[in-house]
């Protein structure tokens, strides 16, 4: 039995709706004002609100926003005067359902109250099942299923559960981020946030603001105060991107908030507690930064609880195939392209290019091809002719051979994808079809084409 919290102050309408809301089966709690509503919320967690736009102390607004800070999913259900419908088109904005005004009409009530808790639960729907289309397709086999990227993922399933400092090292392109992603998915943390932060990318002057924070009037521009990414991140994952770019003085600073596992903001005067995991990346070997001087060792001995080294992408060939089966099905949905393979001449020429930007350069260049593209088969790609391998012949032959054609893959990958979606519905082919975003009559085509 569904929970529906009514915000009004006044006790007519509290009892009317609680009243109608009962005899519709659902199990209503009822107060008068926002801050009894806000502790509701908290403790009862009901899966709708109906918010009066006025109200004491707090207005339906401001109520709606914290109602949304503990629950961004919850559905909100504004109750207005006639004359206030500005006010409740603002709402929707913030992230109301919808509005009605009073006095309403009983039956109009219910039947949003229906159709709002239906377009939630088929929402939650959706998302656990491309959650789980994602964990399979882009945890493992989209990585790769190479010797070397498999031993990587198993080294993944190993230390994500447990709270160690990971160290990512991989040259540019070669899927630092996605591994860091993965390890947070699969750990403790996973319900709370991932919080990534570019070092090599923020100025010097603000990183430390950036990483910790600040209070307002700290320095010129600070008009509020601000959260730094550790706070972000408490009880989740901070992702530390190329930290090999720190200067000494914010990596002396970092790690003392590693080891204290305490922030102080930029113009603070106390310190905030952080319960926080990091993962560090880095395009070069942590070790010779330190032999450079480049890197704190204090910090390198700290950080380095367990290291990942990302294989390039030349090296694991045997990937390649999967990786343009993939960006293809990906280019194809952006641009509105419909490629169904490559020629055996474009897949030579992939296959012996030596990638130096790794999987980022290869997804990269099959967009560009796809676009480039006026046929369902793409016969040319568009490769600096300076990074040929052209003694590399052989070993391209072979993984065509050993790993078939992109058509088969992307059948494969169309029937996983459809088979995942009828089981969630049910068998529903209609409701499976609503699921993939696909018209009807395309699915039951595919469905007869991959012969399921």
């Not at 403790?43 to 629950?71: C, H, N």
């Not at 530390?240 to 770019?245: A, G, M, P, S, Y």
């Not at 005067?269 to 890197?295: C, P, Q, S, W, Y």
């Amino acid at each position: 039995m569904e929970k529906i919290l009514i915000v009004d102050d006044n006790k007519y309408i509290r009892f009317a709706l609680t009243s109608l809301l009962e005899d519709a089966g659902y199990k209503p709690i009822a107060v008068g004002d926002g801050y009894k509503a806000i502790k509701e919320a908290k403790t009862k967690k009901p899966s709708l609100v109906i918010l009066d736009m006025k109200l004491p102390g707090m207005d339906g607004i401001q109520i709606l926003e914290e109602l949304k800070k503990i629950d961004p999913s919850l559905i909100v259900i504004m109750l207005t005067a006639f004359g206030d419908v500005k006010s409740a088109v603002q709402s929707i904005k913030v992230g109301a359902y919808d509005y009605l005004t009073k006095p309403f009409d009983n039956d109009e009530m219910v039947l949003m109250i229906k159709k709002a808790l239906e377009t939630k639960y088929l929402n939650q729907e959706v998302q656990q099942l491309w959650k789980k289309i994602d964990e399979q397709y882009l945890s493992r086999d989209i990585i790769g299923s190479s010797p070397a990227m498999q031993e990587v993922l198993n080294q993944v399933d190993i230390v994500a559960p447990t709270n160690m400092t990971v160290v990512i090292q991989g040259e540019s392109g070669t899927g630092k981020e996605v591994i860091a992603n993965m390890i947070h998915k699969k750990s403790l943390r996973k319900d709370k946030n991932l919080v990534a932060i570019d070092c090599g990318a923020i100025p010097e002057t603000l990183i430390e603001s950036e990483l910790f924070g600040y209070e307002k009037g700290a320095f010129t521009g600070a008009d509020a105060q601000k959260e730094g990414k550790f706070e972000q991140a408490n009880e989740g994952t901070l992702f530390l991107d190329e930290i090999t770019n720190l200067s000494d003085g914010n990596q002396t600073k970092l790690l003392r908030v590693i080891q204290e596992k305490k922030v102080n903001r930029l113009g603070g005067k106390k310190d905030h507690n952080v319960d926080v995991r990091i993962i560090a990346a880095t395009n070069m070997r942590l070790t010779d930064a330190v032999k450079e001087g480049k890197f704190r060792s204090d910090l390198y001995y700290r950080l380095n609880e367990f290291h990942l080294n990302l294989p390039l992408l030349k090296d694991r060939k045997e990937d390649i195939p999967l990786f343009v089966k993939y960006f293809t099905q990906d280019a194809n949905s952006e641009l509105n392209k419909n490629v169904k393979n490559f020629s055996a001449k474009a897949m030579k020429a992939i296959l012996n290019y030596s990638w130096p930007g790794n999987v980022r350069e290869l997804r990269n260049v099959i967009r560009r091809a796809i676009l480039m593209s006026q046929s369902e088969l793409v016969d040319y790609v568009p490769l600096p002719e300076e990074n040929l391998d052209l003694n590399d012949d052989v070993n391209a032959g072979e993984i065509l051979k050993e790993k078939s054609s992109l058509e088969n893959y992307t059948k494969q990958f169309e029937r996983d994808l459809i088979m995942k979606a009828l089981q969630e519905a049910g068998g529903n082919k209609t409701k499976a079809a609503k699921i993939l975003n696909m018209n009807e009559r395309t699915f039951y085509r595919k469905i007869k084409s991959l012969g399921l």
